[in-house]
Each structure stands twice: as C-alpha cells, then as structure tokens.
C-alpha cells in the first residue's frame, strides 16, 4: 500500500515512523516533510492546502491512502475535494469532511455540539458585533480570570486569560475588531475551569471507535508552566490522574455521546478526535475538540502503540474498526521539545543542528527542520522532539534530557522540568 501523509511537523514524522514498521506499507510520502521524514518516505514540495497538486501526486503515485495530519487543511475540505473527484473519490482519507471538522474550526459550533449532547463543559457566550452589549454584562457577572476565544482558527494564538474585567472588555472589543483577523470576528466567552488538563484521542471510523494512549502536554514557554503559550514544549503518556474510574466516566460523559453525535447530524467522521478536558477535581469538563492528533502529544504516542497502525487506518476506512486489535504499551512515553531562541517570539531559522548521530535509545523527531546538502537546518520555532520509553517517567525522562544534552544547535532552549505536576 501506498499512503500519504499531510504535514511537516513532528506529528507528521511521529506518523511516518510508526507507518514505515508495516508489513502493508509499500511506499511512503509526505507533503510536504521535513529532514526527519526524508529518511523514512519520499518528500514531496506540496503546501498542505494546494489540493490540485496534492492531486496529482496521489494519481502520479497511486497513493492508496492519505493521511492528514493538520487541521487547516481539514477545515478548508480536503476530505470534501477527495469525494468531489471521479478519480480520487474512493481513495479514503483519514480525517473528517469540512462539516465535521468545525468542531475544532468553529468554537461556536464546538460549544454548542457539546451543549446539544450534555457533554460537561463550561459555561459560555459567543459573542459578535451585534450582541457586544451582553457580552460586556456575561463578562460582568463572571469571576476572574476571563477566558476569550477567537471562534475560528488562529495559530494557536486565539485564547487569551485575563485577570482584570476592564483589560478583558477592552480585549472583547479588540478581538472583534480583527486583533485575530476573520478568526475573531465571533468570540466565545468561556467560565475558567481550575485543575489539570489532559489530552484523550480517540481514532474512529464513525460508528465504531478505539481510545488511544492518553497524554498530557505542556504549553507554557516557562518553567513551572510560566511565560508565553507556545505550541507545545512537551508530552508525557501515560497520566497518572487517569484511572480507569476517571476513563469510564470519559469515555460515558464524552466519547459516546460526541460519536452518537455526529452520527445524528450525519457527519460522516472518519479519523481522530482530540478531546481536551480539564479534570477538575476528578470530574472531566471538556474544553475543546480537535479534529486531528495533538502535537507534541502524537510523539509520546505513538511510542506506546504497539499494533499495526496501517490495520487501524483500513479498519477506519471499511467501517470495521471494531474488529481491529489495538495493543498498547504499558511503558511510559515522553517527548521533550527543544525550540528555536526566541520562541514563541522572533526566532531565527537556518541553524544547523549537530550530532543527530550521537542519540542512543531514544527517538528524535522533526518538528520544523529542512535538508541542505547534509546538512540538517532549523526550519521553525519547535525543532526536535526527543522521545523516550521506559518502565517509569523519571526513567525516560532521564533518557531523553540526556540525549538533549548530546545535541546542540545554536541558541537551542527546551524545558528541563516535564513531569514536575504529575509527581
């Protein structure tokens, strides 16, 4: 078989690693890749949202499958050109159609699904131009902080926390008046949920579902969770909060009711769904929907995913994921993510990184890294994620900062205090 993958981050290369251990797999492309995916498939220079040239690779290629590891090419609808074309049509595509995908492209849409399936979450307003008056007294007779969200895709910069009531109405009006472009042309106020949060995924073929690995990742630039919010410094999987007690009660108060859901509006969804939740004095609230793996946390993993990923992704696309065997390593997966100087600020791209080769026992995956010549370059803010299995956290924890300390590229930063809140 040959498959596909969309994107070029460290989920892509997380992807492409634990693809390339099937026996199924004949070749392998990735559009458009980095340094790390160019070892195990073939890169091809297509933008993630070119679809007519993601087209006529998957014709030039006969790409049998393809996996979309991004979400703005889900949103945009690249399930739904697939469909659309006599030729592509009944190639599947793991990742929802553009219907489906607003449950992480609109967060009106996300809240209100929640709502409309009694699935816990916190209390909310989405707010425009037109109603900015009820917005402004929904603000006042809330507690600080102020959780503001940009209703559609921002870069993950769409969020903001504020503490003082003035400063968030005064951030209301700026969000609405384009802080955030289209993005923020719709905000939704949100209660501030206090305890730890935890990312649950779940792979489904629309009827039938498998709960992977849980993880949780780690987003502040800062140590001790302090400082900017950044695309993701780290995972660690698996949580020791989530007892089966708290998964079943996840798995009732969420996971069911989301893919009954789906199924009573008629989206079709086939591919992964990212829950994230807060557990708020061990109750899970959830705060949000993904439509695709998170990244840092598809690192950590795919590590501890022992069964044959390309049988899941045919089990997702003939209906018939129930009757696929997902095996899951008891072992304890982390990934620590060393960022360009500067991020989640100006950064500097075009460093070369050194001794790669000098890495024993764990796995380094690309986040943003290019090939020139031989050379391996800094392509982006996140750089490397080093990741690690061991029978504890501190153990692979331990194995992956050491690793770290063996790497150098010029103004390298990364987190040395992963795990801090779990102990």
Known sequence: MNILIIGSGGREHAFAWKLRQSKKIDKLYIAPGNAGTAGLGHNLEIDTTDFSSIRQAVLENHVDMVLVGPEIPLVAGIHDFFLADEQLKNIPVIGPDSYGARLEGSKEFAKEFMLKNNIPTAKYLAVHRGNLDLGIKFLESMQAPYVLKADGLAAGKGVLIIENLSEAIHSLQEMLNGLFGSASSTVVIEEFLTGVECSIFVLTDGTHYKILPEAKDYKR?????????????????????????????????????????????????????????????????????????????????????????????EGVAQGNLDEKELVIDPKTAVTVVVVAGGYPGYYEKGKIIRNLDLVEASVVFHAGTRLEGRDVLTNGGRVLAVSSLADSMDEALSLSYKNIEAIFFDKMYYRSDLGFDLK
């Open 221 to 313: 630039i800062g140590e001790g969770d302090t400082g900017l919010n950044t695309g993701g410094m780290g995972a660690i999987s698996p949580v020791p909060f989530v007892t089966s007690e708290f998964m079943r009660a996840v798995e009732e108060r969420m996971v069911v009711p989301t893919i009954r859901g789906l199924q009573q509006e008629g989206i079709n969804f086939k591919g992964f769904l990212f829950f994230g939740l807060m557990n708020c004095k061990g109750d899970p609230f959830l705060i949000e929907y993904n439509v695709r793996m998170g990244d840092p946390e598809t690192e950590a993993v795919m590590m501890r995913i022992q069964s044959d990923l390309v049988g899941l992704f």
